[in-house]
């Protein structure tokens, strides 16, 4: 049974559980019945804990590396993950011994970055190094588009709340929205400050990192990095463009002061109009709660080890966060006693 | 120069000299051909007995479980997978697919282990065979192949480094060899500077510029004869006959296609450069590929850098075993050390000198062979180990140098190579 929203409040936020694993995690994702939190780690396995009481279940014989991206069909009956083997596996969500029922050389041997499904639950949007983003139908695994016009690595996708449009995301910054009915491009955004080359260490750095559009479906969240003065030295600053999703340009930068290394790896927006961003690097793991508004942070929260990856429970309150400590913590958006 | 790295630390290695800097002002015009060797037919005509060398080095410590000593599902292992080679039984990273099936023209050293995790001293222990001293300084291999491997009047330096940015120069690289094995330095692969004489000066005025200044140095040469005295003479003759060789540096004179085969990237076009070099007989030639200090997003880096390496060293590998030309040119694939078995917290790996990978390939080197090995998670040697002394000796063995001779450097016999150390002992054919 789906939980009911709650009114977050960000400013209550504290860990109330956490729970090990083999190895540093990556990834994680409720499923859509709020009874367990998924995750990926740096192995070919997907554990998943039960929030009642911790218990592990490990899901492996699927993947052949790690897994960065997890998705559920509407109902919940089923998690499709996608690895970094560039395929696609479907798992019974509650089984007491996981098996791999379904696998689909989705992204042939490149990695899957993304997986998102649409509002209605009829589709499963993957995006990833080979620069394609590919719909599926998330009850056979059949494929139903295939989007190609990124010239680099793909790294996010997200759905309008209208589910006729997806938004992607690149490495170089920039973000496609596609019509799901016909295949085409829409428009392309300029997000290239997500982006950047260093001429001295010859490389290319950043990238659209997260995305989520407003409940409204009136603003674009696009996070990542900026201000990367040594790429391969983790010294960047986490960034947040907020596009006005109907004219395309961009209306906010949202930053986060003080951070000097970080990257957003992930983004949701709250039943509260907050926009909240999960961020890693030197400077630690953090939450970071926006309003769409202001450029800066209105508050945020540390976390005990570097993040990774963060979503959002149904109830609108807990939030799962993955650390490098190998732990996942649960974070409660409200005061300790509520 | 110093190079700055992302960890921050600063590599003092090289103070370039711009003995060319002002080659086109210093050196007359002259006409003549070139033997330029653009077919493998015509490649193969070069002497037979004549070795040459090519060091890739990729900068700033290239991951050896992300290349050549892949770990896939240990804990140290990352992400990427291992594929086979067109040689049974070996594997290497998933990133290599194009050099794998080069593999039966490669030997994998992966028993290195250099107890050196600081940029500058890896590259100069790598580069010279020997720990660095404040006592002492020590020839390159580039300076010593040039030395031990040149032809003769030539017209050509023997010592090229390719660049992977800036401007061109000689480099302060040869040390008691003297600054004529110093390297000639390419910036991006463009030719040296001031190649072409200005139209402003004619051949006429050029010519009788060069007379008088023949004439000046002979009579100061004549009374003050030293090594740099006779390295400044040597770099106004040599950049004359640079400027009738001209054409040898201008990779612009090779077809479309070539340069499509090798990527339209910078080291496609400067490994295409380098092909060309070693065809026209210069002995020895570096290239740098640039950056592999990965402390921060490792498999990214590794993809994007190695996306680019494995094309282009693939095709030079083909190329060179296609034109009869590994036979007596001398591949080597190196860092300054490898990189850290741990993923550290942001997916980054840091310096480790301590277990890892060398390529070679050519001349006396075994075709398709691993030599050595590291444990299971790759955190140490576990089989035939081998350190930059032996390294170096070996390099010099496989293009027929005595490594433990000497050079006699104004009546003093120098060593070549480290004497305290010696060539790998098992691997050579």
Known sequence: MNSIELMPDPKQ?????????????????????????????????????????????????????????LAFTKDGGHLISGGYDGKLIWWETAAATPVPIRSIAAHGTSWIRSLELSPDGSLLASAGNDSRVRLWNPADGSLLQE????????????????????????????????????????????GKELWSYNGGQQVDFGGVRALSVSRDGKLLAAGGLYKASNPLGAVHEPLVLLFNWESGAIEKKLIAEGITQGVVWRLRWLAD?????????????????????????YHRFQLPNIARDMDVHPDGIQVATVHHDRHVRITRLAAKSS | MSLRYPCRSTEHGIARRQFLGNLAAGAGAMVGGLGVFNTPALASMLKSDQKRIVVFNMHGGLSQ?????????????????????SVPGIHVSELLPMTAQQMHHLCLIRGVNTSEDDHGKGAYLMMTGRR???????????????????????GLPGHILITPGGGGGRGNDSAWLGPKYSSVQLGNGNPPPNIVRPDAITEQSDAARQEFRRKVSERFLNRRRTAVTEAFTYSFEQ???????????????????????????????????????????????????????????????????????????????ADLADRGMLESTLIVVLSEFGRTPNVNL?????????????????????????????????????EHQVDHGNLFHTYLQAVGVDSTGNFSI??????????????????LV
């Open chain 2, 239 to 317: 950049a004359e006959k640079l400027m009738v060789q001209k054409d040898v540096f201008d990779v612009s004179k090779e077809p479309g296609s070539e340069h499509e085969r090798y990527g339209t990237h910078d080291l496609g076009r400067h490994c295409l450069l380098a092909r060309r070099l070693l065809e026209n007989g210069i002995s020895f030639v570096q290239l740098s590929h640039s950056n592999y200090d990965t402390h921060n997003e490792n498999f990214d880096f590794h993809i994007e850098q190695l996306g680019e390496f494995d094309r282009a060293f693939s095709t030079f590998v």
């Open chain 2, 346 to 382: 942001y997916y980054g790996r840091d310096h480790w000198s301590k277990a890892w990978s060398v390529c070679t390939a050519g001349c006396r080197m075994p075709r398709g062979a691993v030599f050595g090995a590291t444990n299971a998670n790759g955190t140490e040697v576990v």
């Open chain 1, 273 to 297: 109009g907050s926009l909240m961003a999960v961020d890693g690097g030197g400077n630690g793991g953090y939450l970071f709660f926006w309003k769409p508004d202001t450029e800066k942070d």
């Open chain 2, 65 to 85: 479980l992300e290349s050549w000593d892949p770990k896939p599902g240990t804990e140290t292992g990352g992400p990427f997978l291992s594929i086979p080679t």
């Open chain 2, 410 to 427: 104004d009546g003093r016999d120098m060593p070549i190579a480290d004497p305290s150390s010696k060539p790998i002992e098992g691997l």
């Open chain 2, 132 to 154: 660095q001293t404040p006592a002492a300084d020590y020839p390159q291999i580039g300076a010593v192949a040039a030395k031990a491997l040149s032809v003769a009047d030539s």
């Open chain 1, 13 to 69: 936020a504290h860990v109330v559980s956490q729970w090990p694993a083999d190895r540093p995690l990556i990834s994680c994702r409720f499923d859509p019945q709020g009874k367990y939190v998924f995750c990926g780690a740096e192995d070919a396995g997907i554990s998943r804990f039960s929030l009642a009481d911790g218990t592990r279940t490990a899901f492996v014989g699927g993947h052949s590396t790690w897994v960065k991206s």
């Open chain 1, 147 to 190: 989007f190609s016009g990124h010239e680099k690595h793909v790294w996010s996708v997200t759905f309008d709340p209208s589910g006729r449009f997806i938004a992607t995301g690149d490495l170089g910054g920039i973000v496609k929205e596609w019509e799901i009915a016909t295949g085409k491009e829409i428009r392309s955004c300029d």
